[in-house]
């Protein structure tokens, strides 16, 4: 079994505003081993990109706060560990590739710039060297005519070849981690597809981890090695993808998965899971999932069902199984 590079236990990060406390993220938990790919997958506002963003401690303090919890990278706790040492960390050890690639670049730096800037952040090295690696890394990426990209300015670049510099700037220090928040989100869907098949051979080539956040279950599938389901700002289950798409567990799951088109049966209406998400500011009492759960029984809307394991690496937060 493969070392556990980043761990998040009982993860809570709260937003106080003047409506409320809105619980985005109450009570998160998983192992990311050496070199998987682990996919948290759930419906939006479900957590998931404010649990990415609080591994690295990257949402404005106030609103947002780290209320509970710990997040492990080998013995460094991320939540509390001083910020010079978290900067240490960004980037080089652990970096983060966002949904949006144009309010994460910033418009008045050449693409070349920022990737050199973010190399001799953390590297001493010339800048000539900064910018030859630069160079290489946009022509890793497939982007055509690299030498004249790298002197383009992002506003100058189509919304795919942006997020291709996004990619190629996140890996200027060679991290360890990769932590990507919905990256094909934004792009249609043939730059998904050359997307996707960038992250597969980095895969390939790299021994890397990666945290890649997504909603959609077809892309799990496609490159995740196990996921975690989330729902209410908590992980409801968590297991190798194989088990996720073919044996789900808890009601959520499945609920998803019955949603994923099948495009053999062409006459096959699309399903949906009734009701919304619960509202953060007032999460339901017990399971966050009950009111709108085809099997709930009376303890799930009193208590909270906790993490029971069904099979190996399979675990699942629901009453039906204790
Ligand atoms: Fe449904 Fe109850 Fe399981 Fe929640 S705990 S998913 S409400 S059966």
Redesign the pocket.
């Known amino acids: 079994m493969s070392k556990t590079i980043l761990s998040a236990k009982n993860l809570k990060t709260h937003f106080y505003t003047n409506r409320g406390v809105v619980k985005a993220v109450n009570g998160v938990n998983f192992e990311l081993s050496c070199g998987e790919c682990l996919c948290l997958v759930g419906e939006s506002g479900c957590g998931k990109s404010v649990t990415a963003l609080s591994l690295l401690r990257l949402l404005d303090s106030p609103p947002a706060r780290i209320v509970d919890g710990k997040v492990s990278y080998g013995d460094i706790d991320l939540v509390k560990c001083p910020t010079r040492q978290l900067r240490q960390i960004r980037g080089k050890d652990i970096a983060m590739i966002f949904q949006e690639a144009q309010s994460a670049l910033n418009p008045v730096l050449s693409i070349g710039n920022q990737i050199t800037e973010q190399i001799k952040l953390h590297e001493k090295i010339s800048r000539r060297q900064a910018r030859d690696r630069a160079l290489a890394l946009l022509e890793e990426m497939g982007i055509p005519s690299a030498e004249r990209v790298i002197d383009a300015y992002p506003h100058q670049l189509s919304g795919g070849m942006k997020q291709r510099a996004m990619i190629a700037m996140s890996l200027s220090c060679d991290p360890q981690i990769l932590i990507a928040d919905e990256p094909t989100t934004a792009v249609d869907v043939t730059i998904q597809a050359q997307i996707l098949e960038i992250f597969r051979n980095l895969r390939a080539r790299k021994q890397m981890s990666f945290i890649f956040i997504t909603h959609d279950l077809a892309i799990v599938n496609e490159i995740g090695d196990r996921a975690v389901v989330m729902y209410g700002g908590r992980d409801?289950e968590t297991a190798p993808v194989s088990q996720i798409i073919n044996n789900p567990r808890?009601?959520?799951t499945k609920g998803l998965i019955a949603c994923l088109p099948d495009i053999s049966k062409t006459e096959k209406r699309l399903e949906s899971i009734p009701g919304n998400t619960p509202n953060p500011i007032e999460l339901p009492p017990?399971?966050?999932?009950?009111?709108?759960?085809?099997?709930?029984?009376e303890?799930?809307?009193r208590d909270m069902?906790l993490p029971i394991t069904i099979s190996q690496g399979h675990t699942?937060?629901?009453?039906?199984?204790t």
């Open positions: 409801v808890h009601p959520y017990g399971c966050p999932f009950h009111p709108r759960c085809p099997k709930a029984m303890i799930c809307n069902p699942v937060s629901c009453h039906l199984y």
